[in-house]
């Protein structure tokens, strides 16, 4: 037992320093290749917060744990909205700005919508996850559009002032770019095993545990960059990071896991619970960052308040259904 908790801590120490890493060395490589710095920030540092999470599920799916996979997708939505933007709140409240951003919002809902109707039979098939993973080719091509379309967004400055601040030569960052996913890759390996161990000694579904410590770790990144990002009043990054990570979870993160190894057997509480949950906090967040009636798109202490309790809501939840 002591081993699978020490390769837990180990696993996620390792996935959050090796996934800055990651994203630092591609964002780098990528402006010395001369690609748009808002694409850097949509695409590349989009694609690289929600790495972890891909991995994860992708070892968890090969090893035979489809649910522990589809748990990390939904319980790192869960935990983005409610945990990382409720303790970003908390310590800047956040004011939405982008243009780009207000448009992924819409398309984040419809995504969650289009995989609750994915989910409602129990089952994700192959062409299921081939569905999906064409989804997200197509978020992909939408986002590179927005990029190109959308010079002077306020995403742009803010994404520009992190590239400059986090300069590096164009070796450096395909070296730290290589060290990065390899380090990903082992460290992921460490999580799904110790991970899958902890759920066996205590009798607790690979689900339960994708929803819960894998989720929160797999999640360590998009916390750190979020927080950091309100701190230096970049709101448009901690609220971006978020918003695409969550549609590269349910498209790119089951996706894969679904091509690997199709679902035949669903847990039904995920879609009576966790996919419902997830759902409201998506709307929740379109509401709190659009502004109605007049009021600015924001995020403030009080909702920041709102969104925490939801989250220790629901994993208290989670915990008295283990002990029923």
């Known amino acids: 037992m002591l081993l699978y908790l020490l390769s837990i801590v180990a696993g996620f120490a390792l996935l959050v320093w090796s996934a800055d890493k990651f994203v630092e060395g591609a964002a780098s490589t990528a402006k010395h290749l001369g690609i748009p710095t808002l694409l850097i920030g949509i695409l590349i540092v989009g694609f690289g917060t929600s790495a972890p999470e891909m991995v994860v599920s992708a ?13 990390n997708a939904i319980g790192s939505n869960i935990v983005n909205i409610a945990l990382i933007l409720g303790v970003t709140a908390l310590v800047a409240p956040i004011a939405v700005h982008s243009s780009i951003v207000r448009k992924e919002l819409p398309l984040l809902l419809l995504i969650v919508l289009f995989a ?4 409602y039979d129990g089952a994700l098939s192959l062409t299921e996850g081939m569905v999906l993973l064409a989804g997200f080719f197509g978020l ?3 986002s590179v559009y927005s990029a190109l379309r959308g010079k002077g967004d306020a995403l742009e400055g803010e994404i520009e002032e992190e590239l400059i601040e986090h300069a590096m030569s ?3 960052g395909i070296i730290w770019l290589a060290i990065g996913l390899v380090l990903l890759i082992s460290s992921s390996r460490i999580l799904v095993w110790g991970a899958v161990g902890v759920a066996h ?3 607790v579904s690979n689900l339960i545990i994708g929803l819960t410590i894998v989720a929160l770790g797999t999640s360590l990144p998009e916390l750190a960059a979020s927080v950091i990002a309100a701190r230096k009043g970049e709101h ?5 990071n978020v918003v695409g990570s ?4 349910i498209l790119a993160v089951i996706g894969i896991a679904t091509v690997i190894e199709p679902m035949n057997a669903i847990p039904a509480e995920v879609m009576a619970r966790d996919w419902i949950v997830m759902l409201v906090l998506t709307v929740a967040l379109i509401v709190m960052a659009y502004g109605f009636k007049g009021r600015e798109g924001r995020i403030n202490r009080v909702e920041g308040t709102i969104l925490l309790l939801a989250y220790v809501a629901y994993n208290t939840y989670l915990g008295l259904s283990l002990a029923a």
């Not at 969550?246 to 979870?249: A, L, Q, S």
């Open 170 to 172: 164009l070796k450096a």
């Open 116 to 119: 609750g109707v994915l989910l």
């Open 236 to 240: 448009d990054i901690a609220i971006g």
């Open 59 to 71: 070892i968890a799916a090969m090893e035979g744990n489809p649910a522990l996979a589809l748990g």
């Open 246 to 249: 969550n549609m590269f979870n």
């Open 140 to 142: 992909i091509g939408w």
């Open 201 to 203: 000694e205590f009798g």
